[in-house]
């Protein structure tokens, strides 16, 4: 356990991250720190992806010197995941937090759980 | 050759549309949208017949890049069926609620509807045609916003609380299958699925990273089932199909959680190899929820007096079938999944416009006891329920008739104990259908003092006309089936071939 997290510590912290995150997204009544749980998983991953797309002492994948050994360089690829991973999930949390807005405005309330039971007693 | 580019086409030109819509008047936007989503059924169709005369299977290369850092798209016969079916049906669902989509939206979003239609389409065109699984976790998080905003487009009290639970729970999910994608990543390298499943089969071979491989299937597996509403993970279901507007309730049961189904085949045949998938378990984990599901569905579905949320139950057993014949675990069980999912979205698709159109002509009750006569009063809408209900149920020469016995012959070839499930899980399921959805027919079809055999407002003609099209849909999936499964058969045969 200890070496695990000696050796791969960008990892085990992400994975924990995610776990946090989804967790609050669960669990949370709260509609915001629901979203702040999404945003948590959905970047623990991101850094798990960054954090094994790097290699220590590889340069960034630019030609320089005309250099094209590949054992030079990183593989750009994890970085552009993460790139377009972290446009996804902005505009997931943007739509979240809008959803959010317009069920306070309807309910005053952010508890998941009493907005469940005003519709509940709305539905009868 | 320009016919190859049409797969582009089909995902490329509603993203355009879908930004294009919002701008313009919802009068503009409609016609737009329905054009572009005729010339979306035009062009699958054209590249299903392409695909099946010449008999080929073939891959887009985006910008010629290969692996493994191009991003593809696949096509053979399979994906074109898929494609042309999710199109038609589409199209079918927004022209069938024609006249009530303009009723339930406010105005001000009513343009805005037909962007998030656009924007689903292009979503479910690339979750089917990809080669990519990033590109799949892309398009999901789009359809998930697609189908969040289709829910509460609806200005109805509970709508906005349906589709908040409906996008916790959908995040859930994705965050788990992103996870997967990025454990599977790090241990295949590659993200296009031939080359995934040699790296895979490597792995097995070698015995190396056993574990966080088995681990990245199973959270593959379970954030797909989470968000296509397998059963223990389907609470969010019944409340967002019955409140959403009944085009909405239409796309989200019949597609939305199809797409996620086929990319998930895709995954598993494709990306991985079904001997190393099935060996990792995650299969049998599958199989188990699905029987669950199957029964289950079906019984919640009994309990509920609400004809909306009574066909949304059922669909949580119709799910429960399609995982159950893909958990099967042998080719013959994935094509019968493919054909479950096709037959079962022709028919739902079509019981929901059908149902809300016998609510409406009852005095908007939607409790099925107050239906009676309704089958005299809306005389096409009350045909297409009792045909939608009984190719669910499984009456022969109907799609869902078909698809079950494709089920069962897939079980009886590979025998052994997931043989017997298979049968009991039918069995049991078929029994509990007829109930509640013969019942509900029966009730349809009684005469009733209450209301005079007329309805007061007719239903529009391109309504009338779309469920005429779904009712012939069906009868073709029943009557057509063996054809049908043919071209299924024969794509995903190309699947299985590799690079």
Redesign the interface.
Known sequence: MKALLADHMHESAAIIL?CI??TT??LNKN?IK?IIG?SM??NA?YL??AS?GYIGGRLSPIYINGDTNPEMYV????AG?VL??IV??V??SA??LA??V??YR?YHTLD?DE??EI?RE??R | MLWRNIPIVLIVLPLFISSLTAVLKPAAARTLMLGVNALCVILSALLLYKTVSLGTAFAVKMGEVGA??GNELYISSAEALTCLAFDLIELLSLTAAFRRADEEIHTNRRGLFFTVCSLLLAALNALTLTNDL?TG??FI?IT??AA??LI?VRSR??A??A??RY??MN??GS??F??GL?VL??LT?Q?LFPQMQEAVTLLEATGEYGVPLTASLLLLTLGLAIKSALYPFHTWLPNAYSLATPAASSLLSSLVSKAYIFLYIKLVLRGIGLKAYMSSGAGDVVFVYAAFAIVLGSVDAIREHNIRRMISYSSVAQIGYIFLAAAIGTVNGICACVFQMLAHSAAKAMLFPAADRLSEVSGGNENFRDLRGSGYRAPLAGAAFTVGAFSITGIPLLGGFSAKLFITEAAVYAGGLKLYAVLAALAASTVLNVVYFLRTVVTVYRKSAVFSDKADKTAHPLSAAALCVFILLNLMLGAGAGGIMNIIRNGIGFWTLGV
């Open positions: 995610f995150g989804f997204l669960l509609l629901k999404f998983m959905d991953i798990f992806l094994y593989n750009p690829l994890p995941l377009t991973g996804v999930s505009s997931v739509i979240m959803l959010t317009r069920l309807h998941i907005i469940a519709v709305e539905g | 493994p850092f990033f976790y892309v998080e998930t916003i969040g905003a509460f009290e509970g906005l609380f589709s908040m996008m916790i995040l859930l965050g788990l992103l996870l990025a990543y790090a390298g993200l």
